[in-house]
């Protein structure tokens, strides 16, 4: 009786060693050889629905195909932009733009958009990108279409009726923010299609003159370009 109990005991010894080395070969198996950094190997969004992971690719023999393999555009319009494209408003790189993604998008406390036109967006955009077209924020404050965008930015149109309570915020204010209310404005990150691109620059332009908050405002310069350098993962919307 006692040595059916012990070859019980060394059965089930046996089998949990086993599932636990097969676990952990699994783990070693399946880890990516490409990380994003040292310490992170992938962030997950939830883009439309669905969980998308950003990671790069770890084909280490791929090499990129088509327009972003050019070094030369006619310049005007393709000039190379500044590293600071307006006073107030950071310039970052690809693992800012992960870190934006994985806090403040998630959390929805921030917008990362895809400032270039609605042709460009559908070729392939970064996860979790807003498509707003720079033209968009070209316009009149009293336009639909940007005070749609604005809404989707956090921002509202402020009222000058007396018996509103918005008119004392309105009244106090300095002249740039008179048409809007900047209160609940969400952080942004904006970018197009690279250091040749003017793009997200002429849409940041056109928010500071609306009176967005320069503070409130990240300039992806490298955009698509070196996020497709990167081996960094695309999604088609």
């Known amino acids: 009786m006692n040595q059916i109990i012990i070859f019980q005991k060394i059965r089930k010894f046996t089998s ?11 783990a070693c198996t399946f880890a990516l050889d490409v990380n994003i950094s040292k310490n992170l190997s992938y962030v997950d969004i939830d883009y439309k629905d669905n969980i998308i992971r950003v990671q790069r690719n770890q084909d280490d023999k791929h090499v990129l195909k088509g327009g972003f393999t050019k070094t030369s555009r006619n310049c005007p319009p393709f000039c190379i932009q500044p590293m600071q494209v ?3 408003v950071t310039t970052v790189g690809e693992l800012e733009v992960v870190d934006f993604i994985s806090k403040d998008v998630k959390f929805k406390t921030g917008l990362i958009i895809d400032a270039r036109t609605t042709s460009w967006h559908k070729k392939g955009t970064i996860p979790g990108s807003v498509n707003i077209p720079f033209t968009i ?19 509202k149109q402020k009222s000058t009726s007396s018996d509103d309570d918005s008119f004392w915020s309105w009244a106090s204010d300095d002249d740039k ?5 900047f209160s609940n404005a ?12 003017g793009q997200s620059p002429r849409a940041i332009k056109s928010l500071l003159k609306h009176g967005y908050p320069a ?12 996020w497709l350098i990167l081996g960094l993962t695309v999604v088609k919307p």
């Open 16 to 26: 949990f060693t086993f599932l636990s080395t097969t676990l952990l070969w699994s």
């Open 86 to 88: 307006a006073t107030g």
């Open 137 to 155: 924020f070209d316009m009149d404050e009293t336009d639909p279409e940007l005070v749609e965008a604005m809404k989707t930015l956090g921002v």
């Open 177 to 181: 923010n008179k048409n809007w209310d």
């Open 186 to 197: 969400k952080d942004l990150v904006l970018w197009c299609n690279g250091m040749w691109c």
């Open 215 to 226: 503070k409130k405002i990240k300039y992806f310069r490298g955009g698509m370009q070196t």
